[in-house]
């Protein structure tokens, strides 16, 4: 039998709880490419006027990049030629990178494979849902780095190694690339693809500003995800956003988190017991969501039985903690939570950098 992967606790006042060793991302993102794609109508009211043009050609740049959704400034060919020219000369791109590969599962979640143009790959998901909460509902699971540097031995994506931080349009650019998939408006944006967020924050805000003000996605239906970096927690919470922090806890104590899960060691009643006792000195508001876990080639863990993972949500509601069960999907596209890896380059996700082991730091 195996454990719940993670304990995801939808609230953030948990920094003595979240005592763990964490990465530093000291690999920021490459030199910053000149994107239209993220850029608020006055910046770009502001950058028509910067290049010679009336104010309101910054407004025709909006609706070309966000109704239009152009992806070269070849395209924009509602704005004269010479200001497409000024544009290309200033070393303007949109900022959109080709779909390398998708696959879909047979619940229809599609993972995409974007490739950005320093050619790495990065992983982005697609989750159409109808249920009791509304008709069609398209969530996008984004990623939020290259790789990542935290390597939890149960998932995926770390085994990979870390490259680097995104830029915020090629966070952006994952939502619109899952909308011209479905053919559908994505309702629901979750920052739990490849990557910390909470190590890449500044570009998880500028993301975050972009798909509230500029795709109309509301705050509410947009959820930041962490293993737990208590001194970015603050900085995010300074913000004071509407969404919801997603906490993966992984384990009720520091001394059982840190070893990372392993198999059938954190999904019996006593740790049931001990997360409810850890959750009501913290305070109330906090709702957790188990995830079985999902099983990736060639690791030991296994997926726990259904009977296990019922016994710990009755042990939290019978302690009056509010729970509910991830419903797994795109298990048959390697596209569930833990699954993110990268099939298509020889070293998954990055080359041999010297960015690709950061240090590792106390939180």
């Not at 006042?13 to 990465?23: G, K, Y």
């Not at 000369?89 to 959109?96: L, S, T």
């Not at 619940?107 to 950005?116: E, F, H, M, N, Q």
Request: charged share 20%; proline share 6%; hydrophobic share 40%.
């Amino acid at each position: 039998m195996a454990a719940p992967q993670q304990v995801h606790v939808r609230a953030a006042p948990l920094a003595r709880a979240l005592r763990t060793r964490v990465a530093a991302a000291a690999a920021s993102a490459s030199s910053p490419e000149r994107a239209l794609l993220g850029l608020s109508e006055p910046d770009l009211r502001q950058l028509a006027v910067d290049l010679g043009q009336q104010s309101y050609r910054g407004k025709q740049l909006h609706d070309l990049l966000y109704k239009s959704r152009a992806k070269q400034i070849q395209e924009f060919s509602h704005v004269p030629k010479v200001f497409r020219e000024a544009l290309v000369g200033a070393g303007w791109k949109v900022g959109r990178s080709p779909v390398h590969h998708a696959v879909t599962a047979s619940d229809g979640t599609t993972k995409i494979l974007l490739k950005l143009e320093d050619n790495r790959l990065i992983e982005t998901v697609g989750i159409p849902v109808d249920d009791d909460k509304g008709p069609s509902r398209l969530t996008a699971c984004v990623s939020s780095q290259v790789g990542c540097p935290l390597r939890c031995s149960f998932c995926a994506t770390g085994k990979g190694g870390f490259a680097r931080n995104l830029h915020a349009h090629e966070i952006v650019e994952q939502v619109l690339a899952i909308e011209e998939t479905f053919q559908h408006r994505v309702t629901n944006v979750v920052f739990m693809g490849m990557g910390e967020p909470m190590l890449n924050l500044k570009s998880v805000l500028e993301a975050h500003r972009c798909l509230n003000k500029e795709l109309k996605i509301g705050q509410r239906m947009i959820t930041i995800s962490t293993v737990g970096v208590p001194s970015t927690i603050k900085k995010l919470a300074s913000h004071k956003l509407q969404s919801t922090l997603a906490v993966s806890l992984h384990a009720p104590n520091q001394k059982l988190r840190e070893t990372i899960v392993p198999t059938g060691i954190n999904d019996a009643k006593e740790h049931a017991e001990e997360l409810a006792e850890l959750l009501h000195t913290c305070g109330g508001g906090y709702h957790v969501n188990l995830i079985p876990y999902n099983p990736i080639q060639g690791s030991e863990y296994k997926r726990p039985y259904r009977k296990v993972v019922q016994a710990f949500v009755d042990a939290l509601e019978a302690r009056k903690i509010t729970v509910s069960v991830r419903q797994t999907r795109g298990l048959d596209a390697n596209a569930a939570c833990g699954q993110l890896r990268n099939e298509f380059q020889k070293n998954p996700l990055l080359e041999s950098s010297p960015s690709s082991e950061p240090n590792l730091v106390p939180a």
